[in-house]
């Protein structure tokens, strides 16, 4: 057991002096730049998006005769379980 641990302990020792003599690349510095040019604009935009996306949901619901958001998506749920249903059967 003894001999076992000592040719670990020396490969060990091996490993490490091996990875010492390794010249690693300089590390690169990370620039995290937002896609946009002005924080104001974007938070400006941020709530137009909302609104937007809001009337269509109400669009939506109204096409398809649903009282609410959750409504419409128990509806779109049925009609993506009906296809996959049908495409199973047939």
Known sequence: MESLQRRVESWI??????????????QWKMVVRWPWA??????????????RRKKQLQELCLAVQAESVADLQDILCC????????????
């Open 13 to 26: 020792r091996g490993q490490k002096s091996k990875i010492l003599k390794i010249t690693w690349p300089q």
């Open 38 to 51: 002005d924080a104001r604009e974007q938070r400006k935009l941020i709530p137009e998006e909302y609104e």
């Open 79 to 90: 009609m993506v379980l009906s296809e996959c249903v049908y495409k199973v059967k047939f």
